[in-house]
T-cell receptor, first 114, second 115 residues
């Protein structure tokens, strides 16, 4: 069965631009969450969606936004990119509507901001 | 608030030997889950093992086992019969409260397996 799929895998942007990243969860998974990974800050939670509703949001500025579609696919958007937004962005999905069970990640989208 | 502590920045092990990666946690949630992930240099976050706070038995997945000591708030990962391909970064993480997909991660441990 297919895993979590993230696109694009790599991208390069310049400061001030915006970027949209996509995540397709494992079939049957309704919860999607996003993380930012940088060498300095480690893995930080961005937000999570369940049934098209944002359930939790991490401590990131409003430039970071996301949404989830009826088929559970999710996108995240970063507007007015800054150099510090260069990071690996990871998406994860889980099946259950509760706080138990396994959670699987995609391969990530590596963003470089020049 | 939840906190995960991994006190070993780096670990070395000889091929075919067992290794334990330490993880302690702190939470006030009565129900929570503990995870271990492997991240090779490619960046992919590979799920290894999961332990629920109410699970009576320690979780095992092939060569991976989770030594869960609830009173001590520890969730150490044991890798038996290490292989060269086990060289990677390992993260301990926790999910609690009403979260579905929100994990709190530790800083990670870099494991190097020597031939």
């Amino acid at each position: 069965k297919a895993g979590v799929t993230q696109t694009p895998r790599y991208l390069i942007k310049t400061r001030g631009q915006q970027v949209t990243l996509s995540c397709s969860p494992i079939s049957g998974h309704r919860s999607v969450s996003w993380y930012q990974q940088t060498p300095g800050q480690g893995l930080q939670f961005l937000f999570e969606y369940f049934s098209e509703t944002q359930r939790n949001k991490g401590n990131f500025p409003g430039r970071f936004s996301g949404r989830q579609f009826s088929n559970s696919r999710s996108e995240m958007n970063v507007s007015t990119l800054e150099l510090g937004d260069s990071a690996l962005y990871l998406c994860a999905s889980t099946k259950t509507g509760g706080n138990t069970g396994e959670l699987f990640f995609g391969e990530g989208s590596r963003l470089t901001v020049l | 608030a939840q906190k995960i502590t991994q006190t070993q920045p780096g670990m070395f092990v000889q091929e075919k030997e067992a290794v334990t990666l330490d993880c302690t946690y702190d939470t006030s949630d009565p129900s929570y889950g503990l995870f271990w992930y492997k991240q090779p240099s490619s960046g992919e976050m590979i799920f290894l093992i999961y332990q629920g706070s109410y699970d009576q038995q320690n979780a095992t997945e092939g060569r991976y086992s989770l030594n869960f000591q609830k009173a001590r708030k520890s969730a150490n990962l044991v890798i038996s019969a290490s292989q060269l391909g086990d060289s990677a970064m390992y993260f301990c993480a926790m999910r609690g409260g009403t979260s579905y997909g929100k994990l709190t991660f530790g800083q990670g441990t870099i494991l190097t397996v020597h031939p």
